[in-house]
């Protein structure tokens, strides 16, 4: 848009500056001619021509009216339609023209009369010749001609015209002073030759008897003559008016002797295109402009026509050289117009050049712009290469140190799992050890199956995992996989079934692989699939592939784990179980190896369908994939962790079991393990996740909880925090068992008052050490409170239900300690039965009277607050319930021997003093 700006100012400015003078303004001038048929009009139109060649300015608009007046009416009144600037008017006959003249003049356009005039004076300016003064000179040549004595025609033009009027008056007067000169008679010849000729010829006699005759002009003093020569008059003077020169004009009849004389009377012409202009340019000009007369005879014809004729000749120059200047105007136009071309194309030209000259500049700064943008992205890119190099190395150190590791790994697994089989086949071994022993056998079996599958994955990810397919009736194949999988699905009440209609089918695979994959898909079905439900392999030829299906009516999966399902690493949530997040991403790479798919459809609780799909033949292996067969790898590997976990078949032998434990773990076999270890010391109660242990730790208010952090449906942390938040079970003590190990981690469980934090693996003694210490701290704590509860009691409360009464009646207590009002009233409606109920149940359970453990309640608090609180002894009276320091007192003294100020001031001598009670 600025560019197309900047180019209209360039050239617009050139155009002022090279253009065209400032236009002179355009003037239009109409001239009405009243005839042009003689030379003395024609010769009046051709001088204003002439001087018009000088104004190309000016146009010039011309009607000549055949001497008729109403047709020149008529043009006038065009002219002015058409838009004249000026009027010439040279008028037929003074009356009939002079309104269309007013007109014109009253509209305020400027008028020139020439030779003829209008009957008013609404005209600008008059040109002519006087011709009263012509008539006149007239009559007093003729006079001088005759020598005073003689008779005279007068030729008159046309009657109505001012010229024949006032020479008709000029030469009566003339003639008048000389009495010896006398008019014969006056006949009408119009202006007109032919005219003049025929009315003296009318005339008979008259003319023979006439000296001499004066014409009004000089085409009817010619007609005279003829008119003379005809009737015989040779001698006839003749004397005519406008002496024009050219051939057959006035002089040249002068000077051929056809009229004695004429009188000089000028077109006025040149003088009407001049005053125009002037008017035009708004000059002043006397109202008439009257032009010089005189009598042309014998005397001065000769030097007349030399004039005429130098002037004619200079007129001649001046044409030519106008002709000349107009060529040379021509050139000049066209060099111009040549001019204009080549400056606009130098202004163009500057003006690309200097858009040139932006436009490099412009592109060398986008250059430079570039060149460091792309320095800057280079060096990006060289610090990327460098850091993705870094980071393939990094990752390339981890993975050989993850599967030198896992090599590693598998060594000594090989090791644990080969001696133990040997110990497990021994028959010696007694049954709690088996149980034992066939625990490890798992787990390590579990471990080499992981430590494999990442193995694979790696070799897949380097796709050193070749394919080396053979032909396999692929029936037998899948029958043999099915038998690995029924004695687990006897044990479990199951149906585990190959269905096919086909007797073989030869299928080109790397067993090896498929057994991996076949093993997968049978593992994941036995796992989801409860006790008493079906696992079938379905096992049919569809068009050009074989199709294995793998089917269970199992807990199923929901969409969003679907959608994942083969996803490396992702563990999907499915009922509590977790897996590795390798097995199903495993199966899709190997049955991809073998150039087919795997699908999966599935529904919550609407069991789970796998299907495989590989090509017939061979032609999609390539050569190398077709060599030879790879060894099938020990299925028990998949199977063993599909039977039920044995359990509760090592009975735990109870020892002195004073506090119950509350165990919250997924995992059943550590759970298992755990329990079995410590039931010797406590009871043992068991939750599989964060959710399920909430509940039963609110149930049951256990003496301590040992809890998973990483659990489904609600973990370990999250346990914690409600456990801790809630008064009822604020106290219990929370060890943190789990695998996560970061500083963070182990803080942010300590920040959720975690009471202990151990980490997997663990020593079980530690596990056992933390959780006696936390019971007797707590135990410890209690006896400030409960120490009138027998201490035989809490072995005694050992079924679940008692315990919870006693915890709930305890922590009644203790959360009303201060409140002086607390009734027994509010404990059984808080517990929610009767009052002979709750006092049967304590006196039962405790041994102990209701209103006496409340106020033992009160005083062991009182203790303990005298001993650790630096309060006073009526605050601490207030604070634990009594109406008043002074039965505070009194009650204390009784039952402890001592005031509570003595007690408190030999605590502080004693230092921490000794918190056994001194009453039973
Ligand atoms: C031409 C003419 C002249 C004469 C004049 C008078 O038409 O007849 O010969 O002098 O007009 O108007």
Redesign the pocket.
Known sequence: MSRTVLVVLILSAFAAGCGQPAKIRHFRIGFSQCGDA?H??KSMLAEMQRELSFHPDIELIYKQADDNSQLQIRQVKELLAEGIDLLIISPNEASPLTPVVEEVYNQGIPVIVV??KIASTSYTNYIGADNYEIGRIAGEYVAALLKGKGKVIEVI?LPA?S?AIERKRGFSDGISRHPGIRLLEQVHGD?VMQKSESALGNTGNLLREADLVFAH???MALGARHAAIRAGAHDMKIIG??ALPGKGAGLEMVSGKQLNASLL?PTGGTEAIRNAISIMNKALLPKETFLQTLVVDSTNVRMMQLQSDKIFNQQKDIELQQGMIAEQLRVYKSQRTMLYVLGITLCAAVFFAGLLWYSRNLNKQINRKLALQNEEISRQSRQLMEMSAAAAEANEARISFFTNISHEIRTPLTLITGPLDEMLQHSRLQGGDRQQLSLVRRNANRLLHLVNQLMDFRKLEFSKMQVRASENDLVLFCHEIVEIFQQTARKRGMDCRLVTSERSLPVWMDSGMMDKVLFNLMSNAFKFTPDQGAVLIKLEKRGGEAVIQVQDTGIGMSAEVMQHAFDTFYQGDVNNHKGSGLGLALCKELVQLHHGSITASSGKNRGTIFTVTIPLGKDHFRPEELSGSSAREEPQFYTADLLPVPDEQLEPVAGNRRFVILLVEDNPELRSFIRLRLSHDYEVLEAENGQQGLQMAFEYLPDGIICDVMMPVKDGHALLKEIKADVRTAHIPVVLLTARVTPDQQVEGLQNKADAYIVKPFDFKILQHTLNSLMANRSHLKEHFTADVPAGLRSAVSRKTELRFVSEFTSIVENNIGNEDFSIEDIYRQMNISKVQLYRKVKALMGTNINEYILNTRLQKARYCLQHEDISVAEVAYKTGFSSPAYFSTVFKSKLGVSPTAYKGKKKDNGTGNDKAEWT
């Open positions: 003689d003395w009009r030779d003829r033009g015209s010229p202006w002009n000089d085409v008016v406008d009377y």
